[in-house]
């Protein structure tokens, strides 16, 4: 089993920044993927960011305010988020996608952690 657990999400005013990080644990071969999706109220979740290997895709909205980054040896990733807008509040996910001891592949998600863009 592989668990995912984000932090890092919490008040900000607009412009503000705020990083989030997310850890996987247990019991795997290998996480080829890692990447970051938002939920706000009302709405489907959606793709933020993603990280495989070296290379990082952005969503449109974040492009040029948030930074997608991950550590291998610590199997963590990271979203830095600046100049924030209300409209970047929701619930972030983490998920990361691999190799399983069975050599299964795998999805898993993160609990999930709120932040909120508010004045």
């Known amino acids: 089993q592989v668990h995912l657990v984000e932090s890092g999400g919490g008040l900000v005013q607009p412009g503000g920044s705020l990083r989030l990080s997310c850890v996987a644990s247990?019991?795997?071969?290998?996480?080829?993927?890692m990447g970051w999706y938002r939920q706000a109220p009302g709405k489907e979740r959606e793709l933020v960011a993603l990280?495989?290997?070296?290379?990082?895709n952005y969503e449109e909205p974040v492009k040029g305010r948030f930074t997608i980054s991950g550590d291998n040896a610590k199997n963590m990733v990271y979203l830095q988020m600046n100049n924030l807008k209300p409209e970047d509040t929701a619930v972030y996910y983490c998920?990361?996608?691999?190799?399983?001891?069975?050599?299964?592949?795998?999805?898993?998600w993160g609990q999930g952690t709120q932040v909120t863009v508010s004045s």
């Open positions: 247990g019991s795997f071969l290998s996480i080829t993927a």
């Open positions: 998920k990361a996608g691999g190799r399983g001891v069975h050599w299964n592949l795998f999805d898993t």
């Open positions: 990280i495989v290997g070296s290379t990082t």
